[in-house]
């Protein structure tokens, strides 16, 4: 019964390839987050995402793009990958709405770029 | 820029110390800000603020929200040794976007 869950956990690639990072949520959410934690811990939004809106965070190549085939889940696809692509990328959910921004984390994908 | 700080760094204590941990932020439109605790994986929530002066509890931890002077503090008394974590702050506007602080690394000694 995990509510939020990443695929793959670990993923090792080569520069320039192309890859995806698959997310769903089962919490009935409408909102989904990525982000990216670099080695030193410091986790940064890339994405959020409903029905409604995409919001993108201005500093992220464009060679990142969420795709949603429906509510439940928000994949990340990422072009030309660089070393400076590797990091821990954390997709999340919330309900959205004024009274409530409590996230749930998954488990997060170790990405490395070779 | 929007930004949110976390002080600390990191802090080593004894299991029993009550600690405080630091959170500032400049964040526009700002309207609420959460405290996360991350084990080895994912963050996971601990408190959302959202009105000044108002302290939430949540068993040893408690935080509260200071928007006059753009704070938020995150305390644990009776600190036990599977308190160690890192602690992590995030201001946002209210559309879905949340700044991260670079967090606070607590380690709890026996």
């Known amino acids: 019964d995990t509510a939020v869950s990443q695929t793959p956990k670990y993923l090792v690639t080569q520069m320039g390839n192309d890859k995806s990072i698959k997310c769903e949520q089962n919490?009935?959410?409408?909102?989904m987050y990525w982000y990216k934690q670099d080695s030193k811990k410091f986790l940064k939004i890339m994405f959020s995402y409903n029905n409604k809106e995409l919001i993108i965070n201005e500093t992220v190549p464009n060679r990142f793009s969420p795709k949603s085939p429906d509510k439940a889940h928000l994949n990340l696809h990422i072009n030309s990958l660089e070393l400076g692509d590797s990091a821990v990328y954390f997709c999340a959910s919330s309900q959205g709405g004024a009274s409530s921004y409590e996230q749930y984390f998954g488990p997060g994908t170790r990405l490395t770029v070779t | 820029e929007d930004k949110v700080v976390q002080s600390p760094l990191s802090l080593v204590v004894h299991e029993g110390d009550t600690v405080t941990l630091n959170c500032s932020y400049e964040?526009?439109?700002?309207?609420?800000l959460l405290w996360y605790k991350q084990e080895k994986k994912a963050p996971t929530f601990l408190f959302m603020l959202t009105s000044s002066g108002i302290e939430k509890k949540s068993g040893r931890l408690s935080s509260i929200l200071d928007k006059k002077e753009l704070f938020s503090i995150l305390n644990i008394t009776a600190t036990q040794t599977g308190d160690s974590a890192v602690y992590l702050c995030?201001?946002?506007?209210?559309?879905?976007?949340?700044?991260f602080g670079t967090g606070t690394s607590l380690t709890v000694i026996p």
């Open positions: 919490l009935g959410h409408d909102t």
């Open positions: 964040v526009t439109n700002f309207r609420s």
């Open positions: 995030a201001g946002g506007p209210g559309r879905n976007q949340f700044y």
